[in-house]
């Protein structure tokens, strides 16, 4: 699993994406992507906040977030703060296993399967390295055009996080699945993950999440966050659960740094989803 408090991690977001990253005080971040013409500020991006933040917290994020010129910031937490600066909210919602020491895989069929047929599976699985990153943007990338979703990631990303997030399916000795999985102060998560559909009848994304929730409880994990499913993927929120997860409150919140582009942005949000639904229609 990759820590998304490491270098490793802030390497991958401004050499791969683009971003600018602030360390904050408090041990969290602040990054700050482009989106068109404008400046979007994430603090603890991937996994967001794992409560409320308090008055204290989100005036240093804010403070981060105008160093970095950003127009908004996105607050990822279960509740939108109390704040007039914020212009949007919106309940996502999110699956997770809140309390992963106590999982046990036999209580659930999905992994009580995937463990009785791993030993006779002829995938391999094996840690994932820089230079599979060419295959895992491949298999991501054919992923989000089956779903008509938006590429938001791309070969560099992968290559810079591959050794430390992936795991990796193999079949013949190609790569036909994958997944990525970080942490952050006792919070794992599930990044990304994809697989060969001409793989399918080996189960590569069985094997794969039994072996990301094994390793994550044996690295002594409280829980597991398999954050939010893009719009229209119901099945993908339904393979979360039969794993063990459970639904939970979850709230992206737009605060306005300069009102007038951070609405501007909020309604190319909106076109974008709406592209996005007509081309999954």
Request: some cysteine; charged content about 25%.
């Amino acid at each position: 699993m990759l820590d998304l408090d490491s270098a490793q991690w802030t390497q991958a977001l401004g050499e791969g994406l683009g971003a600018q990253l602030t360390r904050l005080r408090d041990g969290g971040t602040v990054a700050c992507f482009k989106a068109g013409p404008f400046r979007v500020a994430y603090p603890d991006f991937l996994i967001g906040s794992s409560a409320v933040l308090d008055a204290q917290a989100l005036d240093e994020r804010v403070a981060a977030a105008a160093g970095l010129r950003a127009d908004l910031i996105r607050l990822q937490a279960a509740q939108a703060p109390v704040d007039a600066r914020v212009q949007a909210v919106h309940s996502i919602g999110s699956i997770a296993i809140g309390r992963l020491a106590d999982w046990q895989e036999r209580s659930w069929e999905k992994a009580r399967r995937a463990g009785n047929r791993a030993p006779r599976s002829p995938l391999r699985l094996r840690p994932g390295r820089a230079e599979d990153g060419a295959q895992i943007d491949r298999l991501y990338q054919a992923t989000l055009r089956r779903h008509g979703g938006s590429i938001r990631y791309n070969r560099r990303y992968f290559e810079l996080i591959a050794p430390a997030a992936a795991i990796v399916a193999e079949l013949d000795g190609t790569i036909c699945g994958f997944v990525c999985a970080g942490f952050q102060r006792g919070r794992a998560c599930y990044m990304h993950g994809a697989h060969d559909p001409e793989a399918r009848a080996h189960y590569p994304s069985d094997l794969l999440f039994l072996e990301m929730l094994r390793r994550a409880r044996e690295a002594g994990m409280q829980r597991f966050d398999f954050l939010p499913s893009p719009p229209g993927q119901s099945s993908l929120s339904a393979y979360k659960r039969a794993w063990g997860g459970s639904d939970e409150a979850l709230t992206v919140s737009d605060l306005a740094l300069r009102p007038l582009r951070a609405k501007g942005f909020s309604i190319a949000l909106r076109l974008s989803k709406a592209v996005d639904s007509f081309r999954r229609g």
